[in-house]
């Protein structure tokens, strides 16, 4: 993170010479910049990009998360139908698929989830989405009239 030009290219120039100790070349022209306003006065070598992937979770300029939290929600549902077969079983206690709903579909929303921001318009989703994957797992209907 840096606030003015002169900041962010010394934060390049640490960052190459550190790769550099570790034995490895940086590409200052291949580097991507991303910042919440203009920066055109800069001329940075490099791309101005708006968003990028970071360890997993996409970051925009803006902040926004909507996108982020949707796309997890939807990657836990695809690992969830996945995991069909071996949720419906019944050879399989109902503590075992317990566990692995806690081991392998909450993980992978909650992936990256420290740098989101959410707002109130996701929270129902969110909600929805546990409770789905617990009626599903339960085999309860989601038409049934069962208190949660």
């Given at each position: 993170?840096?606030?003015?030009?002169?900041?962010?290219?010394?934060?390049?120039?640490?960052?190459?010479?550190?790769?550099?100790?570790?034995?490895?070349?940086?590409?200052?022209?291949?580097?991507?910049?991303?910042?919440?306003?203009?920066?055109?006065?800069?001329?940075?070598?490099?791309?101005?990009?708006?968003?990028?992937?970071?360890?997993?979770?996409?970051?925009?300029?803006?902040?926004?998360?909507?996108?982020?939290?949707?796309?997890?929600?939807?990657?836990?549902?695809?690992?969830?139908?996945?995991?069909?077969?071996?949720?419906?079983?019944?050879?399989?206690?109902?503590?075992?698929?317990?566990?692995?709903?806690?081991?392998?579909?909450?993980?992978?929303?909650?992936?990256?989830?420290?740098?989101?921001?959410?707002?109130?318009?996701?929270?129902?989703?969110?909600?929805?989405?546990?409770?789905?994957?617990?009626?599903?797992?339960l085999r309860s209907h989601w038409t049934a009239r069962k208190s949660n």
């Amino acid at each position: 993170m840096a606030e003015s030009k002169k900041e962010l290219k010394s934060l390049l120039m640490k960052v190459k010479e550190e790769t550099e100790k570790a034995g490895l070349k940086l590409n200052i022209q291949k580097t991507k910049v991303m910042a919440s306003g203009p920066i055109t006065s800069w001329q940075i070598e490099g791309e101005t990009v708006t968003d990028f992937i970071f360890l997993g979770s996409k970051i925009t300029a803006d902040g926004d998360c909507s996108r982020e939290i949707k796309r997890r929600l939807l990657l836990g549902r695809k690992v969830m139908t996945n995991l069909d077969n071996l949720l419906k079983s019944r050879d399989i206690t109902l503590l075992t698929k317990v566990h692995q709903v806690k081991a392998m579909i909450f993980p992978e929303v909650m992936y990256g989830c420290e740098s989101q921001t959410i707002k109130k318009a996701e929270q129902p989703r969110i909600t929805a989405f546990e409770l789905w994957h617990w009626r599903r797992l339960l085999r309860s209907h989601w038409t049934a009239r069962k208190s949660n």
